[in-house]
C-alpha cells in the first residue's frame, strides 16, 4: 500500500500565520491527490484537488503544491474558521490511502 | 445539488453483519465516470478508505478488511450499499459515503455511527 506521511500530527497556531501541512509519498500518486478540512462533527470537506486545485467555494488563502512526491497545502492569514484537522488522500493507487490527519490548535 | 445521506443501524452485536446504505440525489451511477466509495473514521482517528463502486460497476476494495466487504448499487433509486460481515468492537466507526470524480471525492454524507458492542 502506498503510504501518505503527513506532517506535523498538531500545530499550535496563532491567527494571520501563514500554515503548511506535508503529505510524503511513499510512491508516485501523480497529481491524485486530495486534501481535505474537517471540523469536530462534521464531515470532511474537499479543500484540493489534482495535488494543486482549489475547490469550488474554498478561499484563495487555500493551496496545494506539489514537488515530486511530497505535497503540501498552505493556509495563508490563518482565520479563526480554518481551525480544523486536516487530512490527505492519495487516490492513484488502490487501496486509497489518507495521511493520519494534522489537528491545527490556536495558541 | 449533488447530495448522500447514510443509513444504518447504529448498533450491532460482535460477530454481525453490517448493513449500510448511501442514499444520494444529484447525480447518477449509471453516469460515464462515476463512482460512490465508504470511508470510515474511528473516534479521534483518521480516516479510511473501505471501497469503491463505479457507474460500470467496477467494484474496489480495501484488502486490510480482508473479504468481509461487499458494495453494490442501485442505480433505479441513486443507492449504494456496503456490507460488512464479521463485525468486531475495533469496526466501531463513522462511516461515510462519498462521491468520487476525477478530482476525488468532492461530496460527503454527513456520516452514520456505528456502534459495535454486546
Known amino acids: 500500500d502506498i503510504q501518505m506521511t503527513q506532517s506535523p500530527s498538531s500545530m499550535s497556531v496563532s491567527l494571520g500565520d501563514t500554515v503548511t501541512i506535508t503529505c510524503r509519498a511513499s510512491q508516485d500518486v501523480g497529481i491524485y491527490v486530495n486534501w481535505f478540512q474537517q471540523t469536530p462533527g462534521k464531515s470532511p470537506r474537499r479543500m484540493i484537488h489534482?495535488?494543486?486545485n482549489l475547490a469550488d467555494g474554498v478561499p484563495s488563502r487555500f493551496s496545494g503544491r506539489r514537488s515530486g512526491s511530497d505535497y503540501s497545502l498552505t493556509i495563508s492569514s490563518l482565520e479563526s474558521e480554518d481551525v480544523a484537522d486536516y487530512h490527505c488522500?492519495?487516490?492513484?493507487?488502490?487501496?486509497?490511502?489518507f495521511g493520519a490527519g494534522t489537528k491545527l490548535e490556536l495558541k | 445539488q449533488v447530495t448522500l445521506k447514510e443509513s444504518g443501524p447504529g448498533i450491532l452485536q460482535p460477530s454481525q453483519t453490517l448493513s449500510l446504505t448511501c442514499s444520494f440525489s444529484?447525480?447518477?451511477?449509471?453516469?460515464?465516470?462515476?463512482?460512490v466509495g465508504w470511508i470510515r473514521q474511528s473516534s479521534g482517528k483518521g480516516l479510511e478508505w473501505l471501497t469503491n463502486?463505479?457507474?460500470?460497476?467496477?467494484?474496489y476494495y480495501n484488502p486490510s478488511l480482508k473479504n468481509r466487504l461487499t458494495i453494490s448499487k442501485d442505480t433505479s433509486n441513486n443507492q449504494a450499499f456496503l456490507k460488512i460481515t464479521n463485525m468486531d468492537t475495533a469496526d466501531t466507526a463513522t462511516y461515510y459515503c462519498a462521491r468520487r470524480n476525477y478530482g476525488g471525492y468532492d461530496y460527503w454524507g454527513q456520516g452514520v455511527m456505528v456502534t459495535v458492542s454486546s
Open positions: 463502486i463505479w457507474w460500470n460497476d467496477d467494484k
Open positions: 444529484g447525480f447518477s451511477l449509471t453516469t460515464y465516470g462515476m463512482c
Open positions: 489534482r495535488a494543486t
Open positions: 488522500l492519495q487516490y492513484d493507487e488502490y487501496p486509497y490511502t
